[in-house]
């Protein structure tokens, strides 16, 4: 621990970790992402960040270094806020201030911080840090833990971790303990036990349920991690794991989010077995889709939507088995597919809302709920559950004026909230929950893909000069500018049958996202096309014109 006056210890860190200034970072939607060769001094600098945050909240604050599904000469960093939730936003400038600070305004940024938000520098402070398995990872840790210790923080580097571990301990240290112990062996165990004891609790014929599954660990974290729960779950899953990082790059043709976007399986897993059921994790596990390839060969994809859903029916049932009053719901974004939102809607009743992309958005408005199942259409999602929704499930599951049926769905319910990890998405943990369901129900892929079928879309990418010319309103459902823009999206949109369309600027690239759906591949993707056409037009494109997409 150094002794330094605060002044002179940023300054001898900022001289090991110095700022180009060339670039501008920003801390977004899902932390600072970007090439990793530039990182150190931003990492360096989020080390002082999250010190503070520790004394503002005087709590444990967690970062996990991590680019997520991003190519792996990429990487980035995550901040997770004491009860495992995504930074606060206002904090968010804060990350993107003092990540474009200077080397000689460090000091001073730092020094205004404390005095704005009149933190105690003479509290303690900790930090739980963990990363990906990215080669650029390592490194990036250390300047991390220089700006931890410039500051006087004291830290845990927990080493190798998915994100949703990482969230999971920095929840457990702040509950102490009353979310389950901080440590690997912990997690294992509290979601094996979990695991085994909702199996348990349902009396099926396994005639048709299979517990055997092929795993794509995007040769990431995922990968490892999985294989360590595998050891705690005494076979009662037959885990074959494929792109374990033992060859093949991170994210390369691999892993959730090529396998959402390519609509295709990903290089390096056999799939040719009819039936076999297929996850894919994305680069730090906190993604997860299944597939599966059909007796003709055909392709099917169990995205963040089929999950949703697939919890979201269950735990209705379970709600309702046990006579439970309260108040769920599904939250979705606008790439949600249509079918799944009125297969939620006019099959399970369950009420959906709409946010905005991107997790924490998603996260703050299921909390609106007693019970918030949300999920991305890529995969990310989890269940929250209220305190009152936690308390009631606990004590029907022990009263005794209740039928057993009754008593059995409140048990199973409160087993199943062990088992999911509500501080964030967790491919892990969302895989277990769907083995349960799937195990409850004796269903196989096909049953379950069954439930809906998804309207053909088409997702596109358009160039302009300036993204922000493009805003929106309504869960980024209705563009409010360029004028013009949407009136003329909805005289296109009326063109077709069942059709759907919406453009947002991405969080992430510099480009707008356009998405379309319709009855037909061939509609969406015409769709999609004209849309992208507009967008070009009116938004100032730049570059080549949008190409017309062809049809699978
Ligand atoms: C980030 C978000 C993800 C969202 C995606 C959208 C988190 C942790 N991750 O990866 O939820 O779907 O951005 O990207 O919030 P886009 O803005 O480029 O479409
Ligand atoms: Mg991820």
């Known amino acids: 621990m150094n002794n330094l006056p605060v002044h002179q210890a940023i300054a001898v860190g900022a001289s090991k970790h110095p700022h180009k200034g060339k670039n501008v970072f ?3 939607t899902a932390g ?53 939730e995504m930074l606060l936003q206002t904090w968010e400038g804060y990350a993107t201030q003092i990540a474009n ?8 940024c730092v020094q205004s911080l404390i005095s704005e938000l009149n933190i105690d520098m003479a509290l303690p402070a900790n930090i739980f840090l963990a990363r990906d398995t990215r080669p650029s990872s390592f490194g990036l840790a250390q300047a991390l833990i220089d700006g931890i210790q410039a500051l006087k923080g004291d830290y845990i580097d927990y080493g190798l971790l998915s994100t949703p571990q990482l969230h999971y301990m920095v929840r457990c240290q702040n509950t102490q303990g009353g979310y389950g112990n901080p440590t690997e ?67 390369d043709r691999c892993g959730a989010d090529f396998v959402k976007v390519q609509q295709k399986p990903p290089h390096g897993m056999p799939t040719e077995e009819a039936g076999r059921k297929c996850v894919s994790l994305d680069g730090d596990a906190d993604r997860i889709v299944y597939y599966f390839v059909d007796s003709d060969g055909v392709f099917h994809l169990l995205d963040g939507d089929k999950i949703a859903t697939l919890i ?5 049932e379970l709600l309702t088995a046990a006579n439970l009053q309260l108040n769920m ?16 809607t006019d099959v399970l009743k369950v009420p959906v809302a709409c946010a905005c992309t991107g997790v924490k958005h998603l996260h703050h408005r299921a909390q609106d709920f ?14 929250l559950f209220s305190a009152l929704a936690t308390e009631k499930i606990n004590s029907a599951s022990q009263d005794e004026r209740l039928s057993s049926d009754q008593r059995q769905a409140a048990t199973t319910l409160k087993y199943l909230q062990d088992l999911i990890n509500e501080t964030v998405g967790d491919a892990i943990s969302d895989m277990l929950v769907v083995e349960c369901i799937l195990h409850a129900k004796g269903w196989t892929m096909t049953d379950w893909n069954a439930a809906y079928t998804d309207l053909p879309n088409r997702q596109l990418k358009v160039k302009v ?67 992208a056409t507009k967008v070009y037009h009116l938004a100032d494109g730049v570059g080549d014109p949008p190409a017309q997409p062809s049809s699978s």
């Open 185 to 251: 062996h912990g997690y294992y165990s509290k979601l094996a036990s979990a695991f085994t004891k909702v199996r348990e609790q349902s009396e099926t014929d396994e005639s048709e349920y299979t517990g055997e599954l092929s795993v794509d660990g995007a040769n990431g974290i995922g990968a490892l991690k999985i294989q360590q729960m595998c050891q705690h779950l005494n076979n009662q899953l037959k885990i074959s794991v494929y792109n374990d990082g033992t060859h093949g790059q991170l994210n």
């Open 370 to 383: 007693d019970v918030g199942v949300y999920f991305e259409a890529n995969g990310h999602g989890t269940v």
């Open 312 to 316: 979201a029916g269950y735990i209705q």
């Open 465 to 531: 000069k300036d993204r922000r010319v493009i805003q929106t309103t309504n869960a980024e459902r209705c563009a409010t500018t360029p004028a013009g823009l949407q009136e003329a999206i909805d005289g296109i949109v009326s063109k077709y049958n069942n059709a759907r369309s919406f453009v947002r600027p991405s969080g992430t690239e510099d480009i707008v996202r356009i998405y379309a759906e319709a009855d037909t591949q061939v509609a969406a993707d015409s769709l999609a096309y004209e849309v």
């Open 329 to 344: 719901g599904l939250v979705q974004t606008a790439y949600a597919n249509g079918s799944s939102t009125q297969y939620a």
């Open 101 to 108: 600070t200077s080397d000689e305004d460090l000091g001073q």
């Open 26 to 28: 920003s801390y977004g």
């Open 32 to 84: 600072i992402r970007c090439r990793a060769d530039i990182l150190d001094p931003v990492l360096y600098r989020l080390g002082l960040l999250v010190v503070l945050r520790s004394r503002a909240v005087r709590a444990t604050i967690g970062v996990v270094i991590t680019a997520s599904h991003n190519p792996e000469q990429d990487n980035g960093a995550k901040v997770v806020e004491p009860m495992g």
